[in-house]
């Protein structure tokens, strides 16, 4: 059954800074690799989706790299902002089926 | 605008009072699929469907039903509701998750069962 960590729970960084975000799957046989944002109260946005034949995705300020073999995944912020801030999930969806399995998150701040 | 419309956002409940939580897109997606979404659990699969009239339980189907009758509508029901499904359910859908396609998530309903 796949697995999807991610660590730190929470992480706060002064503005301006570059961070990142890391989620491992155990699982390697993915189709493919999905970073969203929650904000509070709101649905998930997806931000970046890495197929299984790629290393790497990038959006404006995003980065996001996929090392299928050690079952890791890092999001990349760079020069982070205030509205930066909210819950970071990546998603793994397997070989077979349609599902994601999720990570709990990483619930950023950043600070001003 | 693409959009994934789910209603009611917020409900309070009796247990065993049957409810429907709808979902609606107007992308023409094929695949659709509820969540929920716990402190502590992340988000868990309930039921997905890959296309009308064909659905699959997800990691936690039980004390849940749902319906495709038709390609934008994806409602789940909760025939007899206890407080252990007191929870945040989110509504998503896309072309199809393993394709490389974005996934759109609703708002969110916010269901308390007392």
């Known amino acids: 059954k796949q697995e999807v960590t991610q660590i730190p729970a929470a992480l706060s960084v002064p503005e301006g800074e570059n961070l990142v975000l890391n989620c491992s799957f155990t699982?390697?046989?993915?189709?493919?690799l999905q970073w969203f944002r929650q904000d509070p109260g709101k649905g998930l946005t997806s931000l970046l989706l890495i197929q299984s034949s790629q290393r790497e995705q990038t959006s404006g300020r995003l980065n996001a790299s996929l090392d299928k073999s050690s079952g890791r995944s890092t999001l990349y912020i760079a020069a982070s902002q205030p509205g930066d801030s909210a819950t970071y999930l990546c998603a793994v969806t397997n070989f077979g089926n349609e599902k994601l399995t999720f990570g709990t998150g990483t619930r950023l701040t950043i600070i001003p | 605008e693409a959009q994934v419309t789910q209603n009611p956002r917020y409900l309070i409940t009796v247990t065993g009072k049957k409810l429907t939580v709808t979902c609606s897109q107007n992308?023409?997606?094929?695949?659709m699929s509820w969540y929920r979404q716990d402190p502590g659990l992340g988000l868990r699969q309930i039921y997905y469907s890959m296309n009308v009239e064909v659905t699959d339980k997800g990691d936690v189907p039980e004390g849940y039903k749902v319906s495709r009758k038709e390609k934008r509508n994806f409602p789940l029901i909760l025939e007899s509701p206890s407080p252990n499904q007191t929870s945040l359910y989110f509504c998503a859908s896309s072309l199809g998750t393993n394709s490389g396609n974005t996934i759109y998530f609703g708002e969110g309903s916010w269901l308390t069962v007392v």
């Open positions: 699982d390697s046989a993915i189709y493919n």
């Open positions: 992308m023409n997606h094929e695949y």
